[in-house]
């Protein structure tokens, strides 16, 4: 009888020993993680925001403005300088704003002739700036002192008159 007990001990040591192995194997397996490695180098640049104002020229900066004086010059708003275009959609505006206790008169002018309309900030609308053409538009700004107004109170005095310009890039849903 001895060596039946023997034999029936075996098989069920074998069968625990078993499963102790698939165990061990199953966890082992499924606690176990992965790392992957990648080498590699990258030159992704993020989207240039390109806009420039070529600043125009008055005659008047290189003498004094005078009662009846009207001065005139076109500048530019461009979305590429040298070596990039404009990536990004954007809008932009204009924004005029003279420093001055002389009585002149700003008219703002499209390329196309057409006077812009200054809002209450003295801002222009706004416009869109394109992003997968190059593009160029020339504004056209005059200045007048009305030669009816020469109060003596004006003598010596200086225009500041400043010409910025406002852009804001247009996320989805703001277009």
Known sequence: MKKKYKLKKKPCILLVFSICILFLFTFNV???RYLGILEGNSSDVVALPILSL???TFTYTNKKMLPGDVDESDFYVNNYDDKNSNEVL???YLKVQVDSTIPIKVTL???NGTELKLL???RTE???LPYDEMMKTKYHIKI???KEDNNYEYAGKDINLTIDLIAIQVVDGDA
């Open 109 to 111: 002018t499209d390329e």
């Open 90 to 92: 954007m809008k932009y």
């Open 54 to 56: 070529d600043n125009p």
């Open 144 to 146: 007048e002192w009305d």
């Open 30 to 32: 499924t606690t176990s």
């Open 120 to 122: 209450d900030d003295k």
């Open 126 to 128: 706004e416009y869109e």
